[in-house]
C-alpha cells in the first residue's frame, strides 16, 4: 500500500509539470491525446499482470450481495445523501 500511495504522490508531482509542458508546445487538444496515449501504454501492462479478483464473474462484473440493501447503515448513507446532499 505504501508503494502504491507514493506512486500517486509522485505521479502527482510528475504530472503536473509534464502536462503544463505539453500545454505550452502543443495546446489542449493534443495535450489530452498525448496523456491518452501514456495512460494506454502505462495500462496495458498493469491489466496482463494484474489477476481476477475472487467474487467477480468471467465478465468483470461483480456478484451483487442484496442483504447489503437491508442494512441500516446503507439505507442511512443512502438518505443522507439525499436528503442533506442533493445535487
Known amino acids: 500500500m505504501g508503494a502504491i500511495l507514493a506512486g500517486s504522490g509522485a505521479g502527482g508531482v510528475v504530472m503536473a509539470p509534464v ?4 500545454l ?6 493534443w495535450a489530452l491525446r498525448i ?20 467474487g467477480f464473474s468471467a465478465r468483470g462484473r461483480a456478484k451483487l450481495d442484496r442483504a447489503l440493501f437491508k442494512r441500516g447503515t ?6 443522507k445523501k439525499l436528503v442533506l446532499e442533493p445535487s
Open 74 to 79: 446503507f439505507l442511512y448513507q443512502v438518505l
Open 35 to 54: 496523456l491518452g496515449l501514456w495512460n494506454l501504454a502505462a495500462g496495458i501492462p498493469v491489466a496482463y499482470v494484474v489477476r481476477h479478483r475472487v
Open 19 to 22: 502536462l503544463q509542458i505539453l
Open 24 to 29: 505550452d508546445k502543443y495546446g489542449l487538444h
